[in-house]
């Protein structure tokens, strides 16, 4: 008899507890600005700051998760001295330019200073070797990845924005639907520069860093880059412990 009581006792303060926790989670969805940010209890708060600007079109709503978006990002930037990701800070420093496509030939692409903020990469791809390889090889080849890697390039007065969770999480669940209409709907608000690619739920501002290979003396380097559908080989040098760029071109895969 008593075990039973216990039992029933049990089950009612469960039914409770999860009728309590459903009911904050719906106010936290239909209120997530009335959390203070640093009593944020879950990372799905940020998702809702992001869902609901964009269905509201609440461009503070927006404004809130971007810039707590940057204020992470910026604990994250790399203090590491090891030589490959000073090495492979200095190429990316060198060759990284969203919103300045004259620095890849493009003249016709004139500087662009209207955008709030730029998602770059977490990670990169790279081969230390001095086998001649093109771009194909690299597509096709095994590279080895550089993980948390933050680098600090000179992106003018737009915000860093590291591709990390919990706004990892929160961008792809965001896009996981009418994924056209969000990312258009950032893009011409000026928030971020989306990349003009056939799979829409890419959402880091180009351009994307395909891989870079490297020699094995660490002081000569070609980088393959993604821009706008268009793949670019960047040769580097390193010149008095600063990389150079020494030819751009475009590059045809086959």
């Not at 409770?16 to 940010?37: D, M, Q, Y």
């Not at 992106?155 to 990312?183: C, Q, T, V």
């Not at 870079?212 to 070609?222: D, E, P, Y």
């Not at 980088?223 to 008095?240: C, H």
Request: hydrophobic residues 40%.
């Amino acid at each position: 008899m008593q075990v039973m009581i216990k039992n029933v006792i049990i089950f009612i303060l469960f039914l409770i507890f999860f009728i309590s926790c459903n009911r904050k989670v719906e106010h936290l969805n239909k209120n997530p600005n009335l959390i203070p940010t640093n009593e944020i209890p879950f990372d799905s708060t940020y998702f809702f700051l992001l869902r609901d600007g964009y269905i509201h079109e609440d461009t503070m709503l927006l404004n809130s998760f971007f810039d707590l978006w940057n204020e992470k990002s910026l604990q994250m930037i790399n203090s590491n001295e090891d030589k490959i990701v000073t090495t492979l800070n200095g190429i990316f420093i060198e060759i990284y330019h969203p919103f300045d496509f004259e620095k890849y030939g493009w003249s016709d692409w004139k500087k662009d200073t209207q955008y709030k903020y730029a998602i770059l990469p977490s990670e990169i791809k790279y081969k230390i070797t001095n086998t001649k390889l093109d771009v194909n090889d690299v597509f096709q080849m095994e590279m080895d990845t550089l993980k948390a890697f933050y680098t600090n390039p000179d992106i003018g007065n737009a915000k860093k924005l590291y591709d990390i969770d919990p706004f990892r999480k929160s961008m792809k669940l965001f896009l996981k639907n009418d994924y056209f209409e969000k990312l258009f709907f950032l893009d011409t608000c000026c928030f971020v520069n989306t990349p003009i690619s056939s799979n829409w739920k890419v959402y880091k501002t180009p351009p994307e860093i395909i891989g870079v290979v490297i020699n094995k003396k660490l002081n000569h380097a070609t980088a393959y880059l993604r821009l706008n559908s268009v793949t670019i080989g960047i040769e580097l040098s390193l010149e008095n412990k600063k990389w150079k760029i020494k030819e751009i071109k475009e590059l045809n895969e086959e």
